[in-house]
T-cell receptor, first 114, second 112 residues
Framework: GAVVSQHPSRVICKSGTSVKIECRSL??????MFWYRQFPKKSLMLMAT?????????EQGVEKDKFLINHASLTLSTLTVTSAHPEDSSFYIC??????????FGPGTRLTVT | QKEVEQDPGPLSVPEGAIVSLNCTYS??????FMWYRQYSRKGPELLMY????GNKEDGRFTAQVDKSSKYISLFIRDSQPSDSATYLC????????????FGAGTILRVKS
């Protein structure tokens, strides 16, 4: 149980385009989902917290107009990187939380902006 | 000072060794403690979840929490090459809401 999927696993896009990443909880309802960014050989950096049906809460320094988060249902959250630039290239990971504090992570999406 | 300190390693051990991974923290408000394993280019996988002080065992893994010393450990017995990964400690508490505070992660290499 507690499986979280992400799609796509890898994406390459051109500078200036937008990319959408999906995060799904497959076998449980996630009241809260989180989006992280991870640089090579670094720990996870929390970008935003999203609760189903409400606006996401962004961490300090994260541009909400650039990283659009939608949490449309209890099993789906999306992250859209708008007007992507090479510096947005990174590993993006989502997690989903059940009723307890435990967070279950997706497999990650590697974004490369050329 | 970081809220959660974790030696990044790498830690290199021979197959079959007992591995000890540790994190220290500064805020006594942390109540929930987790260990995640992350293979290269993959998402973190929850290994152990403990609440407050004490020990928890699951197969070859034992998690220890000492709140008086603000110190948590993960022990891996009979380590295998497949245990080679980055191990992240994470913690949370009421003060942090739903958020996890992560350590830097320790790179473990188990050599056959």
């Amino acid at each position: 149980g507690a499986v979280v999927s992400q799609h796509p696993s890898r994406v390459i896009c051109k500078s200036g385009t937008s990319v959408k990443i999906e995060c799904r909880s497959l076998d449980f309802q996630a009241t809260t989902m989180f989006w992280y960014r991870q640089f090579p050989k670094k720990s996870l950096m929390l970008m935003a917290t999203s609760n189903e049906g409400s606006k996401a809460t962004y961490e300090q320094g994260v541009e909400k107009d650039k990283f659009l988060i939608n949490h449309a249902s209890l099993t789906l959250s999306t992250l859209t990187v708008t007007s992507a630039h090479p510096e947005d290239s990174s590993f993006y990971i989502c997690s989903a939380r059940e009723a307890s504090t435990q967070q279950y992570f997706g497999p990650g999406t590697r974004l490369t902006v050329t | 000072q970081k809220e959660v300190e974790q030696d990044p390693g790498p830690l290199s051990v021979p197959e079959g060794a007992i591995v000890s991974l540790n994190c220290t923290y500064s805020n006594s408000a942390f109540q929930y403690f987790m260990w995640y394993r992350q293979y290269s280019r993959k998402g973190p996988e929850l290994l152990m979840y403990t609440y407050s002080s004490g020990n928890k065992e699951d197969g070859r893994f034992t998690a220890q929490v000492d709140k008086s010393s603000k110190y948590i450990s993960l022990f891996i017995r009979d380590s295998q090459p497949s245990d080679s990964a980055t191990y992240l400690c994470a913690m949370s508490g009421m003060e942090y809401g739903n958020k996890l505070v992560f350590g830097a992660g320790t790179i473990l290499r188990v050599k056959s």
